[in-house]
């Protein structure tokens, strides 16, 4: 983990379930506050952004997060499909030749970052 740390990541993607969510908690092994200069996002297979938001909301992640986040709405494919990284750059005005760091807690995850060129840090 600390080699991930020790990186200056210019956008830092986090996966909702399992990896910032936890329980309907916030994962405290989730590293949301530990990439200060970086720009954060969330990418999630989840269908109801409202639900996300509402949750951004209730633990005042929204301060942190703000509106940066992508869920699947049945539109588009999902992870481990890079397309909702491309629709959170647009949504970000990020350009695409970034250092990235993507957190996840799954194989799917696993295979997203290394389709959009991020490094892979694992939690559960």
Same mark, same amino acid.
């Given at each position: 983990? =600390?080699?991930?740390?020790?990186?200056?990541?210019?956008?830092?993607?986090?996966?909702?379930? @399992? *990896?910032?969510?936890? /329980?309907?908690?916030?994962?405290?092994?989730?590293?949301?506050?530990?990439?200060?200069?970086?720009?954060?996002?969330?990418?999630?297979? /989840?269908? !109801?952004? *409202?639900?996300?938001?509402?949750? &951004?909301?209730?633990?005042?992640?929204? *301060?942190?997060?703000?509106?940066?986040?992508?869920?699947?709405?049945?539109? !588009?494919?999902?992870?481990?499909?890079? /397309?909702? !990284?491309?629709?959170? &750059?647009?949504?970000?005005?990020? +350009?695409?030749?970034? +250092?990235?760091?993507?957190? @996840?807690?799954?194989? *799917?995850?696993?295979?997203?970052?290394?389709?959009?060129?991020?490094?892979?840090?694992?939690? =559960?």
């Amino acid at each position: 983990m =600390s080699k991930f740390l020790e990186r200056e990541y210019q956008l830092v993607i986090w996966d909702w379930f @399992g *990896t910032l969510c936890k /329980h309907g908690q916030v994962n405290p092994d989730s590293l949301y506050d530990q990439f200060p200069k970086a720009a954060k996002g969330i990418i999630s297979n /989840h269908k !109801y952004s *409202t639900d996300l938001e509402k949750w &951004l909301k209730d633990t005042n992640l929204i *301060t942190i997060f703000g509106g940066n986040y992508i869920c699947q709405d049945g539109r !588009y494919p999902p992870k481990p499909n890079p /397309h909702m !990284y491309f629709r959170l &750059l647009k949504l970000m005005e990020l +350009r695409v030749d970034l +250092r990235i760091l993507y957190i @996840g807690d799954s194989d *799917t995850d696993e295979e997203f970052a290394k389709n959009i060129g991020a490094d892979f840090m694992s939690i =559960s």
